[in-house]
């Protein structure tokens, strides 16, 4: 069968928006399914990629490994998602590692198709679409860490990090680690926004019930 019925939910991937029916479809048909019954790496962190994946079923983790060895986990990315593209392009290795986790199918097209495809100006508008819009949230996480409240900041990683049921699998000690403070505050903070019904909380585990809620609605929060 092929991708592209197979997989029809990724006709509407950002990637392809505005391209034609058939240059969709031709486009998911040129990859390669591979599917992943178990957590696996299929980038790795300082290595060339050799193309572009993006995600039809289940979810990739992305992780960032410092000159320490400390291991940071970016983002949880599910169905319509890419990684890979941007290092091909620019022909410089990738900056962080990607790890499908189990039972994840994704379609993989390597570099030297996905540059035919990039001499379609509106491919190339899409993926340039697609890069700033991941700029916009890493800034948008850079500025919360530096000027948001407690509040802010654990819900837009909460958000960052959930799977595709709006769930975050981190415990306390995790997150405080992550946002650089202390175990009780992370308690306080999520107590808080379980209060306004933004999340639920259960052992070693984060419910967000209202994914859009607005984050600059949260400053007020770590007052009450």
């Given amino acids: 069968m092929k991708n592209s019925v197979a997989f029809p939910h990724l006709l509407k991937a950002k990637l392809l928006t505005d391209l034609s029916p058939d240059d969709k479809a031709d ?4 990859c390669t399914a591979r599917m992943y019954q178990t957590p696996e790496i299929f ?3 300082g290595e060339q990629s050799p193309g572009l994946f993006i995600v039809a079923h289940g979810r990739m983790d992305v992780l960032l490994t410092s000159p320490g060895g400390e291991q940071t986990l ?12 941007i290092e091909c392009i620019s022909g410089g290795t990738c900056i962080a590692t990607c790890r499908s986790q189990p ?5 993989f097209l390597p570099t030297d198709v996905l540059f035919e495809y990039l001499r379609m100006p509106i491919f190339i508008r899409n993926v340039a679409a697609v890069f700033r819009s991941r700029m916009q949230q890493d800034n948008a996480v850079k500025a919360l860490d530096l000027h948001g409240t407690l509040d ?17 699998r981190a415990n306390q000690a995790h997150l405080a680690e992550i946002l ?5 505050s992370v308690n306080k903070a999520l107590g808080r926004l379980r209060t306004e019904g933004i999340i639920d909380v259960s052992k070693g585990e984060v419910r967000i019930l209202q994914p859009d809620a607005v984050v600059e609605g949260l400053s ?3 007052d009450k």
Avoid: I
Wanted: glycine residues 8%.
């Fill in 27 to 30: 486009f998911l048909n040129r």
């Fill in 43 to 45: 980038l790795h962190q």
């Fill in 74 to 85: 970016l983002a949880h990315l599910g169905p319509c998602e890419t990684v890979g593209e």
């Fill in 103 to 107: 039972m994840t199918t994704m379609l």
């Fill in 152 to 168: 802010q900041r654990l819900f837009l990683r909460l958000r960052t990090l959930c799977d595709g049921r709006d769930r975050v």
């Fill in 180 to 184: 650089g403070c202390s175990r009780q």
């Fill in 220 to 222: 007020n929060l770590q």
